[in-house]
């Protein structure tokens, strides 16, 4: 199993800047690609960020050259700077992982999400 553990969600201005980081733990030599999802009240889980293991990038376009993913330093963690922030970003926000590297784990996991408030 792979556990995913969110953080670093909270409240902030229009404008402003917010960093999540993300956790993982168990399983994780059968982690490839990661992510961040987000989902706002009475809207469909959406795409945000993935990255590969090898580092490629893709990202929405409503997050484009404001939002940045990363996978940290230390092994297994997974970051997204916010910078720029608007009141539609406001959603809680998921942190994933494919473990499709591993036949015996299900294809991916799901972090319990951290909430990200904006205020204008």
């Known amino acids: 199993q792979v556990q995913l553990v969110e953080s670093g969600g909270g409240l902030v201005q229009a404008g402003g800047s917010l960093r999540l980081s993300c956790a993982a733990s168990?399983?994780?030599?059968?982690?490839?690609?990661m992510g961040w999802y987000r989902q706002a009240p009475g809207k469909e889980r959406e795409l945000v960020a993935t990255?590969?293991?090898?580092?490629?990038?893709n990202y929405a376009d409503s997050v484009k050259g404001r939002f940045a993913i990363s996978r940290g330093n230390v092994k297994n963690t997974l970051n997204l700077q916010m910078n720029s922030l608007k009141s539609e970003d406001a959603a809680v926000y998921y942190c994933?992982?494919?473990?499709?590297?591993?036949?015996?784990?299900?294809?991916?996991?799901w972090g319990q999400g951290t909430q990200v408030t904006v205020s204008s």
């Open positions: 994933h992982a494919l473990t499709g590297l591993c036949r015996t784990l299900p294809l991916d996991f």
């Open positions: 168990g399983d994780t030599i059968c982690i490839s690609d």
């Open positions: 990255i590969t293991s090898g580092g490629s990038t």
